[in-house]
């Protein structure tokens, strides 16, 4: 298969996934409900959260911290493997700040998310929660770490790197081949 091939056979094997759509019209019904029973004060975080003030998704500009966080981290466990001494702290600081970073991104997130239809909101529906998912993984490598088991707390991290990975080629086709937040009224 050729790396251009790719795009086609994402979009191919999400089309076949018919299955997740009544998990999305659940979600989605849940986020439009949770903004709406908050009256205005729902409608204004709404915006906040897609982005008006910027003109464009708040969701890309977030990803940057939790992402950078993790990246940072699987470099700083790597010099660990290697034999560096001290750097601890600095992963555990820089893998907490991924985790609090990614709150809010995810926020974003779905909020772009709960407005989308078709093939976009079953990609975007996967992509969602493999960050989640990746979050709670960063979140027991955290607790591992802090309780002395450095290893497995790597080992976490890394599987938590991979899920990102796979997640953010998922962002990636949303935004270049099907368009999503590039375009259109923000609301």
Known sequence: MHTTQLPQQVDRFF???DWL???ADHLQELIHDGFSAAGELGHEVEDVLHGKFLGHPLHPVLIELPIGAWVTVGVLDLLEVLGVKGLEKGSNAVLGIG???SGAAVAAGWTDWHKLKRLPRRIG???GLMNETA???YLLSLIARLKGRRRAGRMLALGGLS???VSAYL???LVY???VGMGGPLR
């Open 15 to 17: 089309a076949r996934q």
């Open 21 to 23: 759509d009544d998990h």
């Open 99 to 101: 985790l609090l970073g």
């Open 125 to 127: 529906l996967v992509h």
């Open 135 to 137: 979050q709670a993984v």
């Open 163 to 165: 899920i990102i990975g």
């Open 171 to 173: 962002g990636g086709h």
């Open 177 to 179: 081949k099907h368009r």
